[in-house]
């Protein structure tokens, strides 16, 4: 299980370095000179001067890349063109919304789909999977922008309990921060959720069809012994693999969360960012998420391991 562990994470290192290569050269891979754009176009030569030195655009592109990477490895991420504050601090700032917000995605997502899902193979062809079935295809319908504005509709302005704009820290006690990450929370894990239980359906329905479930059946084993211990834990790779998979869901639907609900995190940022050309900002932020991509499936295909042992050799 160690040499497993050792390989995959060393697995990571090459990824993470080609991610930041591509980071550093969309610098430079964008039209137009860099400096002018972020300068405006009534900037003077001096403005325009001022951020080739703080970018390091005046000096070769090797120099640039080894003065950059070696920031990086010093938890430098660069400095941002408007508010001349560190990237990492900006990150710090913002980033206590966004996390909340997907933690609570992810518990909310993962506490709702499995059950149901499970339910739904146990009970396949009655009606309470063929309501599990409908609700799974409303929640792919509808998208996700649409049902914030929907849930912002029917809980503004009517005296229920759930704000619909703002975020309050945890700090500030559990019942405000619930109220006011409840909407949010609902809005991004509807289309994880669904997707989770479709999964989670499929992958406990092929298990239970299987013949040493048949076999556990004719010897007596209870029935919610063998969709416990039998069922869901050999269709658990599956299910771990789409949970880490919607990751990246949530990079994308944090996004437009936050900005439907007014949340101050690292989707609002990511906006301002690109809106101002900010790139010390916009290549500190793709850097991150990318990295925190890789290491989680990194850490799934470790998990692997502990479901199923035939895939550590």
Do not use: C
């Not at 951020?51 to 005046?58: H, S, V």
């Not at 001349?84 to 995605?105: D, F, G, H, Y």
């Amino acid at each position: 299980m160690l040499n497993f562990t050792i390989r995959r994470l060393l697995g990571a290192v090459p990824v993470l370095g080609f991610i930041a290569l591509f980071v550093f050269a969309l610098l430079h891979l964008a039209p137009g000179d860099p400096a002018g754009i972020i300068a405006g176009e009534e900037a003077s030569p001096e403005d325009i001067a001022r951020i080739y030195e703080a970018l390091n655009l005046d000096r070769p592109l090797p120099e640039q890349f080894g003065l950059w990477l070696w920031g990086l490895v010093n938890g430098d991420f660069g400095v941002s063109i408007y508010t001349s504050l560190p990237v990492l601090e900006l990150v710090r700032q913002r980033l206590e919304p966004t996390i909340s917000l997907a933690i609570t995605t992810i518990i909310f997502s993962v506490v709702v789909a499995i059950p149901l899902g499970a339910y739904a193979a146990w009970r396949a062809g009655s009606l309470g999977d063929r309501a599990v079935m409908i609700f799974s295809v409303l929640g792919f319908s509808v998208p996700t922008f649409v049902l914030g504005y929907l849930l912002i509709y029917f809980f503004a302005g009517r005296g229920t309990p759930f704000p619909v704009q703002g975020f309050v820290s945890i700090r500030e006690g559990l019942a405000p921060f619930l109220r006011h990450i409840a909407l949010p929370t609902f809005m991004l894990g509807t289309s994880y959720m669904v997707l989770i239980m479709r999964i989670t359906r499929a992958s406990v329905l092929e298990i239970l069809n299987e013949d040493y479930i048949r076999t556990a059946r004719a010897k007596g084993v209870p029935e919610r012994k063998i969709l416990t211990r039998h069922a869901l834990r050999n269709a658990a790779v599956p299910i771990v693999t789409v949970v880490s998979l919607g990751f990246a869901f949530l990079v994308s639907g944090v996004v437009i969360t936050e900005s439907v609900f007014n949340i101050p995190g690292l989707g609002r940022l990511t906006v301002e960012a690109i809106s101002k050309r900010d790139y010390p900002v916009i290549q500190g932020l793709i850097l991150l998420v990318s990295a925190t991509y890789v290491l989680i499936n990194t850490a799934t295909d470790i998990t692997y391991a502990f479901f199923d042992p035939r895939i550590r050799y």
